[in-house]
């Protein structure tokens, strides 16, 4: 053997005493850590490993020595107000889990028989972030029945149950409920608003999703209910004027093509906010209607028409429509449905850059997708507050990836289009 090893021999918790003190007396490197974890209240994540609770022995001792003024000195006498009194037993929350530590006790000096806290031990008192941490590992597709296998094995870690996941699980979920739906939106200066419906099981919840002039999006609200029910939609989007987005402000709707949907935006936005029809959800309409021989040309004409102006597409699209009622009239009619709707951008003379992004919703059916994919676990959906919970939580995870709408830097057109008066007032300012 021509290279000489270290071996290194674990022995239980002495092994580990001697670690902790070897890193408060070189814990240079730990003081940032315990400045974060004070202030910031940070847990410290991935810290369990095989020098995981030396580690948070240390940062919790550096702490208790920061808050006493030095580190302790039996048989000396200690000139600060603060004292050492020997350790205890104790419990910190490390995200996903409850670890069992020696906490050390401080007391003051002019008044022994009060307790002074240790910082750090306090910060990582918060249980929250614990909840937070499962939901989040929950929304990655893990169930409560199988949460104790993705927590790496450790000595002595205090266990977690199902029934402490779940109710931790729910508890962080209605929190983020909660601030979802009271997010305020005065400074957003939106510019298009797409609403669709997604169903989970026997329940349909509405989302709505803005883009504002940058090119941001913005989840707005959901509601229980169906996109066919003008009632619901409604309430939605009376929410969301209640929350600050201003009702007389023009903006694009785009919608999957139910007249509810355009029957509320009409009772709570005003008759003459332009709307635009889902194509996407057009055409999957049309072709459900025609055998497959047929719908490849039908999906051409559709597709080239879409690309000219709003009166020759209508037009070519009529002459289709002519064409298949003979064969075919549930497929006519269908594409004759809110034929104008479907031009509103061509109408508009929106740039061709933004069409890609403006004429379906498939901005809002892409967050919808990470929806249905960090959901996908669950097959019994309780109630529709259960549902409210798992899509708002999602949803909030899906919106940290969003980027901004293909097209963004030709969103100040939009905005000339839509608000004539106020892009002029600004120019002139």
């Known amino acids: 053997m021509k290279k000489s090893y270290h071996t290194i021999h674990k022995r239980g918790r002495i092994n580990e005493q001697e670690l902790a003190r070897f890193l408060v007396k070189n814990g240079q490197g730990l003081l940032p850590m315990v400045d974060l974890i004070e202030q910031c209240q940070v847990a410290c994540n991935e810290l369990i490993d095989v020098t995981g609770r030396a580690a948070i022995q240390a940062v919790l001792q550096l702490s208790a020595m920061e808050a006493a003024g030095g580190p302790p000195q039996q048989g000396k006498r200690r000139t600060g107000d603060v004292v050492f009194y020997g350790c205890q037993a104790g419990q910190v929350f490390l995200s996903d889990r409850k670890l069992e530590v020696d906490r050390p006790r401080l007391r003051s000096k002019a008044q022994r028989s009060q307790e002074v806290e240790v910082p750090a031990y306090r910060a990582m008192q918060n249980g929250g972030q614990m909840g937070a941490r499962m939901l989040d590992i929950l929304l990655h597709g893990v169930s409560t029945r199988n949460y104790k296998e993705v927590i790496p094995a450790m000595a002595e870690t205090a266990g977690v149950s199902r029934s402490a996941v779940s109710r931790a699980a729910i508890e962080a979920s209605e929190a983020e409920v909660e601030a979802l739906l009271s997010r305020r939106f005065e400074d957003l200066k939106l510019l298009v608003i797409y609403i669709d419906g997604l169903v ?4 349909t919840m509405i989302g709505a999703v803005g883009v504002d002039t940058e090119g941001h999006k913005h989840v707005l609200g959901i509601r229980e209910g169906a996109t066919e029910n003008a009632t619901v939609v409604a309430a939605l989007l009376e929410d969301i004027v209640a929350r600050g ?8 709707f785009v919608i999957d093509g139910s007249k509810a949907l355009r029957a509320a935006i009409n009772a709570v936005f005003g008759a003459d906010q332009p709307v635009q029809r889902c194509r ?5 309409n049309v072709l459900g209607h025609l055998p497959k021989d047929q719908q490849a040309q039908t999906k051409s004409v559709l597709r080239a028409a879409w690309k000219l102006t709003a009166k020759e597409g209508m037009a070519r699209i009529k002459k289709l429509a002519a064409w298949l009622d ?8 269908s594409l004759l449905e809110g034929l104008e709707e479907c031009f509103t951008i061509n109408r508009l003379d929106i740039p061709p850059a933004l069409h890609r992004c403006l004429a379906t919703t498939n901005i809002i059916e892409s967050p919808h997708a990470g929806v249905r994919i960090q959901t996908r676990r669950v097959t019994h959906w309780q109630n529709g507050k259960m549902v409210l919970r798992w899509m708002a939580s999602a949803f909030i995870r899906t919106e940290k990836r969003f980027n901004r709408i293909m097209g963004h830097r030709d969103l100040w057109a939009l905005e000339a289009i ?3 008066a106020a892009t002029a007032s600004q120019k002139a300012a």
């Not at 989970?200 to 329940?203: D, E, I, S, T, V």
């Not at 987005?245 to 694009?252: C, F, G, I, S, Y």
């Not at 996407?280 to 999957?284: E, F, G, Q, S, V």
């Not at 003979?326 to 009619?333: G, H, L, R, V």
């Open 245 to 252: 987005v201003d009702p007389k402000r023009k903006m694009l």
């Open 200 to 203: 989970f099981g026997k329940y």
């Open 418 to 420: 839509l608000n004539p």
């Open 280 to 284: 996407a959800h057009k055409l999957r």
């Open 326 to 333: 003979t064969s075919y009239p549930s497929a006519a009619s």
